[in-house]
């Protein structure tokens, strides 16, 4: 995607309205403006990268860093029962405008929102043996 199609790139450049909770040079953090629970919002960084896959380690260091001082403000505020903090990397993983971005959704019990795992999905885990193989080729790639 150009960065001047981008959605969020707009945001950082002032050419479409954003509800600002955090900026500085490096990042900004608004208003999530289809909010899962009050208080959702997303940290961005002001340089675009697609995603996770292709930013800067520095900069997802400081994202990091924002993170945790956005998640107590959040809560703070909203005194919600916790936080979910989610980043999707690409569409097969949910992402729906590839500019990296951090969810922070306060979470409550019962509030039926999903990204839970299903019913019955905790029955039987994966063989130790399978699980380290994959390890293996996670590590040695």
Do not use: W
């Not at 953090?29 to 292709?54: R, S, V």
């Not at 703070?76 to 949910?94: C, F, H, S």
Request: hydrophobic share 35%.
């Amino acid at each position: 995607m150009n960065d001047n199609d981008c959605l969020f790139c707009k945001m950082v450049n002032s050419e479409i309205p954003a509800s600002v909770v955090y900026e500085d040079n490096i990042c900004m953090a608004f208003m999530d403006i289809y909010p899962i629970a009050e208080g959702h919002c997303l940290l961005i960084p002001k340089k675009h990268y697609d995603n996770t896959l292709d930013a800067d380690p520095m900069v997802m260091s400081y994202l990091s860093e924002k993170l945790i001082e956005l998640n107590q403000k959040v809560n703070r505020v909203v005194e919600p029962d916790g936080i979910l903090n989610v980043v999707a990397n690409g569409k097969g993983a949910g992402q729906e405008i590839p500019h990296l971005h951090i969810h922070i959704i306060p979470r409550n019990h019962g509030d039926e929102f999903g990204f839970r795992y299903p019913e019955g999905y905790r029955d039987e885990s994966t063989p130790r043996e399978d699980l380290n193989k994959l390890a293996e080729k996670i590590r040695d790639a």
